[in-house]
């Protein structure tokens, strides 16, 4: 797991519908006069600079934020979206690209708290010197812990608030990681059964990612949602992200309707030589 940085993959296509959901899902629950905090079990470095080595190393967010940067009348979800995407890029070049955190630093209000897992231990640095960036004002909002957050997460749920968001998107390069998501999402609904889940997933060709979704649909909750955009065809090696899903428990009733809108577009500007393929499921 500490191979792995985020910055090699900021800005791609999963980035872009894990974003926007989130975007649409903390907007939601603002629209509410009662504080809620946002927990995120790997919030990564917070914020990416797209001019840099590691995100150039494979380029990924040309094919997937670079390619709906100059859109003029994209839907509502995602012109959200872009907008968080553009208040860090004020002169209209694309440099940078927030991460989850970046995104609800900007989007909570101030009774609103942050609770921020990450565990490699560079990574967390990088995290903590960002949100310092920030101010102190804002950084007195949030704590950071340099921990495991899939252990982390149960000790602080439910949130004092009876409120909250939780975004579960480990980078699964373990097999381990989808056992663990399960287990995660099972204990966090035992302490906060009405708690909002946002659970990423990545679509490649492995059994333990396609029964994954699977899983979770048969959870005893009131609602969910599954939303999935492929961009591309599976490499015959089965290694490669051709595309993900979000998996969302008691979901804003507001979510479904503005993904049948956006997951076509999507799907349409960010397919790879054809247009790609979404779907979108719901319970409840």
């Keep these: ?53 590691w995100a150039n190393k ?24 872009l907008e968080e995407v553009r208040r860090l890029n004020p002169d209209g070049k694309l440099a940078y690209y927030p991460g989850s955190p970046w995104i609800a630093f900007d989007l909570l209000g101030e009774r609103d708290r942050l609770r921020l897992f990450e565990w490699h231990t560079s990574e ?10 920030r101010g102190r004002e804002q950084e ?20 004092p608030t009876r409120r909250g968001l939780v975004l579960i998107d480990p980078s699964y390069e373990d097999k381990k990681d989808y056992r663990q998501v399960m287990q995660t999402v099972k204990e966090g609904l035992e302490r906060f059964a009405t708690g909002t889940y946002l659970i990423w997933y990545p679509l490649i060709q492995r ?6 979704p699977e899983k979770l649909a048969r959870l005893p909750v009131k609602s ?15 290694i490669g992200l051709h595309g993900s899903g979000v998996f969302v428990i008691n979901p804003p009733y507001t979510l479904r309707g503005e ?24 319970a409840g």
Excluded at 207 to 212: G, K, N, P, V, Y
């Design 224 to 238: 969910w949602l599954n939303a999935t955009l492929t961009v591309g065809t599976p490499e015959l090696t089965g």
């Design 58 to 81: 494979t380029g990924e967010y040309t094919s997937g934020i670079e390619r709906l940067w100059q859109a003029t009348k994209p839907p509502p979800l995602l012109g959200a979206y």
């Design 140 to 159: 007195r909002r949030a704590m950071i812990y340099a921990t495991d957050g899939f252990q982390g997460l149960k000790a602080l749920l439910p949130p």
């Design 1 to 53: 797991m500490f191979s792995y940085r985020h910055a090699f993959h900021a800005g791609n296509h999963a980035d872009v519908l894990k974003h926007s959901i989130l975007v649409q899902v903390l907007q939601y629950l603002r629209q509410k006069d009662k504080p809620f905090w946002y927990l995120d079990t790997h919030a990564g470095a917070g914020l990416y600079d797209l001019r840099g080595a």
């Design 207 to 212: 059994r333990e990612a396609q029964q994954l």
């Design 259 to 282: 993904l049948a809108t956006a997951l076509p577009w999507l799907a349409r500007e960010l397919g790879v030589g054809a247009p790609g393929k979404y779907t979108l499921d719901s």
């Design 124 to 133: 967390v640095q990088v995290l903590i010197d960002n949100v310092r960036r």
